[in-house]
């Protein structure tokens, strides 16, 4: 069964608690995910979590720099939107209709990296 899930919602609760049950940090994920796992046996739930997880990495490296830059600032090293803002140089405005934007690559991408690597999720993604 297949529930739809806010794509904010899911990048602000559920990406932490699929990349700590992968055993990652979400800050390291920029550089690339690390199997911290490795030679150990693992159980479904973590190989999910570790798919998951790098699904969501692909999706936000797949994205323009600008929406990258956005994604990254707010759901991955969790800075306040007024930090980001300062950060990519934008006016308030601008930045929240890039926002929007940036979501919607995310999703874009993460459809479509979700179909190329065969993962089945019980969740789809909407805004």
Known sequence: MKYKEGVRAFLKRD???FTARSGQRKADLVKGPIDRF??????KRIEYA???????IKAIKAC????????????IFDKPNR?????????????YDLKHIAIDEFM????????EMNLNPSFKLIK
């Open 108 to 115: 874009e991408n993460f459809a479509k990296i979700q179909k």
């Open 15 to 17: 990406f932490s608690v």
């Open 64 to 75: 323009s720099e600008k929406s990258r830059k956005i994604l990254t600032g707010v759901y």
């Open 38 to 43: 490795k030679g150990i046996k693992i159980n």
């Open 83 to 95: 930090v980001v803002i300062t950060d990519v140089g934008y006016k308030q405005s601008r930045y």
């Open 50 to 56: 570790k798919n998951i997880t790098a699904c969501i």
